[in-house]
């Protein structure tokens, strides 16, 4: 095949930004642009005050884009989407697929629009052939989609070649799972061009990737495999999430039990943390995405059969927040109820569909004071995540933000630990340690039960990522999330871990 000179990939967000970044890492010789429609956006990607933080992520930014090794830079940013787009031989579409919020299958199915304008912005500017590559997460048979639109819009002599290239990154790792990924998909129509184009992207991965990892397969398994995949790990979560309940209610210990469950090797450790509920933007919008798909098809047994994952995870946010009620005899009107964590895992500042958006609206709306630190998520969209929910004068006067997490303690009925951050792990932090010990004088009893943190895609052994209990008598390593300490009985003052 041709090798690829240029690349432009249109989107510069989660997953358009680091993938960008480590091809042209990895591909000195090979130019690589990302445009997108935000100019703040952009402007933030040529700064050092990067628009998304992601552990790594800087260095690669760094070494490509400025050559501080002393090499040529072949990273660039930039608005001027058109230019971009004629100058490439390659094509990445990794703008958003957000659920449709309006119209024929909205709540359920994936909105393409900004696919759909991508692919009408290649075929109104292209004056050469391109090789067209599905980045974003996009339903079965969109490949055809973008083939009818390039086909209707652009000029007869420029001939496209349409490939699907899923990405399998996941927020907060995203730097360590591009440099060494499990496997590269890409699909490609089974004929020869469709086989070249493969070809000249698996040329490019193949700077740094082995090629056994390397696998082509058929457009439709393709983009088929990614949402797959999110489906099956979601599921996972859900059903230690419905496990976590039935513990509950037993006195069996849900992490006890997913150690003993992971143990086998058909299952494995991984994804089997408890938790609140799992975020991000993607799990929920790809479950509902193959639900839909399946009802459209017909198949309304396994339709329900995945829509039952979400909700699952409704369910478990929503009896978190119950739990935390209960726990401060059935009314937080007017305590304080501090929250460690808003974003929906840890090494991202990533809100989207985080269960703290749930979980903290669940207790505004029951009258609680709710203070918020975060490392990395903004006052700013902390408010606005919550404004959703919540008119904005509520959001004023129930919810203040703070820049540490001991600030955000003081005096608080409840410390609710929803994001599983290395800097709330007891054992690792002198702040979070003497937080403890003001808690640690009240403690009289300790009640433990099951936990839940925060647990979302690509979270790995809860072993590895959990919370250690800040209990003085234990030192077993446990996921926590809340530490309630009651202090309307002064007789008896204690901390309850729910
Ligand atoms: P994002 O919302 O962070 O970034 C998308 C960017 O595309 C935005 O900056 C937006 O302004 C830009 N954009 C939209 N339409 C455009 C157009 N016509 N021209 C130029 N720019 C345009 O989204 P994110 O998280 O990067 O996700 C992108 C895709 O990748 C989605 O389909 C998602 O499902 C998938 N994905 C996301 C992962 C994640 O962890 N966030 C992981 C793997 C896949």
Redesign the pocket.
């Known amino acids: 095949p041709r090798p690829v000179k240029k690349i432009c990939c249109?989107?510069?967000?989660?997953?358009?930004?680091p993938t960008s970044a480590v091809i042209a890492q990895h591909n000195p010789d090979v130019a690589v642009t990302v445009?997108?429609?935000?100019e703040a956006?952009i402007a933030a990607w040529k700064s050092t005050a990067l628009p998304?933080y992601e552990p790594g992520l800087y260095e690669v930014v760094e070494l490509a884009r400025d050559g501080t090794d002393g090499r040529t830079p072949n990273f660039h940013f930039s608005t001027d989407?058109s230019r971009t787009i004629d100058e490439a031989d390659l094509i990445l579409i990794?703008?958003?697929?957000p659920t449709k919020t309006v119209g024929l299958g909205a709540g359920g199915a994936s909105d393409l629009a900004?696919v759909e304008?991508?692919a009408r912005?290649i075929a109104e500017v292209a004056t050469s052939d391109k090789i067209i590559v599905e980045?974003?997460?996009?339903p079965c048979g969109t490949a055809d989609s973008i083939r009818e639109i390039l086909d209707a819009h652009a000029s007869p002599d420029v001939h496209f070649d349409i490939l699907s290239n899923?990405?399998?990154?996941?927020?907060g790792t995203?730097i360590n799972d591009l440099q060494k990924p499990d496997r590269i998909l890409i699909g490609s129509l089974a004929d020869d061009r469709g086989r070249h184009a493969a070809g000249a992207l698996a040329q490019v991965y193949g700077s740094w990737v082995p090629q056994e990892r390397i696998i082509t397969i058929n457009l439709w398994s393709s983009e088929l495999a990614?949402l797959a995949a999110n489906c099956m790990l979601a599921q996972r979560i859900s059903s230690i999430n419905s496990l976590s309940a039935i513990c509950e209610a037993t006195g069996a210990n849900i992490e006890e039990l997913a150690f003993a469950v992971g143990l086998d090797t058909r299952i494995g450790p991984k994804m089997l943390k408890s938790s609140a509920g799992f975020g991000?933007?993607?799990f929920k919008?790809?479950v509902l995405s193959l639900a839909y798909i399946a009802e459209t098809l017909h198949l309304p047994e396994v339709s329900a059969y995945w829509k039952s994952v979400v909700d699952i995870n409704e369910y478990q946010k929503e009896r978190f927040a119950k739990r935390i009620t209960k726990r401060l005899y059935n009314t937080l009107r007017l305590k304080k109820i501090a929250i460690l964590g808003f974003a929906y895992k840890k090494n991202t500042g990533?809100t989207?569909e985080s269960a703290a958006i749930t979980i903290v609206g669940q207790l505004i709306a029951e009258g609680a004071r709710i203070a918020i630190y975060d490392p990395q998520v903004s006052e700013q969209q902390i408010r606005q995540d919550l404004t959703y929910e919540h008119p904005a004068e509520v959001v004023k006067k129930q919810v203040e933000v703070f820049g540490d997490a001991i600030s955000a303690c003081a005096d608080a009925s409840a410390v609710v630990i929803l994001t599983e951050w290395d800097e709330f792990k007891t054992d690792q932090t002198p702040d979070i340690n003497s937080m403890d010990s003001a808690v640690r004088k009240q403690l009289v009893e300790r009640t433990r039960r099951s936990h839940s943190a925060s647990s979302s895609?690509g979270d790995a052994d809860f072993r590895d990522s959990g919370f250690v209990t800040p209990a003085p008598s234990s030192s077993d390593s446990n996921p926590i999330s809340a530490v309630v300490s009651e202090e309307s009985r002064p007789a008896d003052k204690r901390v309850d871990w729910v």
């Open positions: 249109i989107g510069a967000g989660y997953v358009g930004g445009v997108d429609l935000s956006r998304i989407i990794a703008v958003n697929t900004y304008s991508a912005h980045k974003s997460t996009v899923p990405e399998f990154l996941a927020e995203a990614k991000g933007s993607c919008k790809d990533d989207r895609e």
